[in-house]
């Protein structure tokens, strides 16, 4: 229990443990998705360098390049949840968890269910977003 002597003041220990076993199973679940990403990847890349990409009018060039900007996007994202999750896990690790990182206030335990890795309170969330970044 004392892993947790460092953490936030806003969240117990009970919920700092279940926010961490939720951030690793998001981290697994992303991390099969990315997997099966990298597949779908390899299968575009060998169906582009296929005999028919000698020809430069391949009716299947522009359906070929748009699905695989697709997949590229689908796994930046994915890169992008993962390094996100991480973070969040460095923070439960180092207690800043659960305090929003621009005004240290509590992000609440309602705001951190809804979104694990949130690192910002709803007001500054807000605030950021109207201003339209
Ligand atoms: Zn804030």
């Not at 575009?44 to 009018?57: I, T, Y």
């Not at 796994?75 to 305090?99: C, N, P």
């Not at 206030?105 to 950021?128: H, N, V």
Request: aromatic share 4%; net charge negative; with cysteine.
């Amino acid at each position: 229990m004392q892993r947790w002597v460092m953490a936030s003041i806003s969240l117990t220990d009970a919920e700092l443990r279940r926010f961490d076993a939720a951030l690793r199973d998001q981290r697994d679940l992303t991390g099969t998705d990315l997997n099966r990403l990298a597949q779908s990847l390899t299968s575009v890349r060998e169906a582009r360098s296929d005999g028919s990409a000698d020809d430069e009018h391949d009716p299947e060039g522009p359906t070929l390049s748009s699905e695989w900007s697709r997949i590229v996007g689908v796994h930046r994202e994915f890169d992008e949840k993962v390094a996100a999750i991480d973070r969040a896990l460095a923070r439960i690790a180092d207690g800043s968890y659960g305090t929003c990182i621009r005004c240290a206030k509590p992000i609440g335990s309602a705001r951190l269910s809804a979104l694990l890795t949130a690192d910002l309170c709803i007001d500054c969330a807000r605030e950021i977003e109207n201003r339209g970044r």
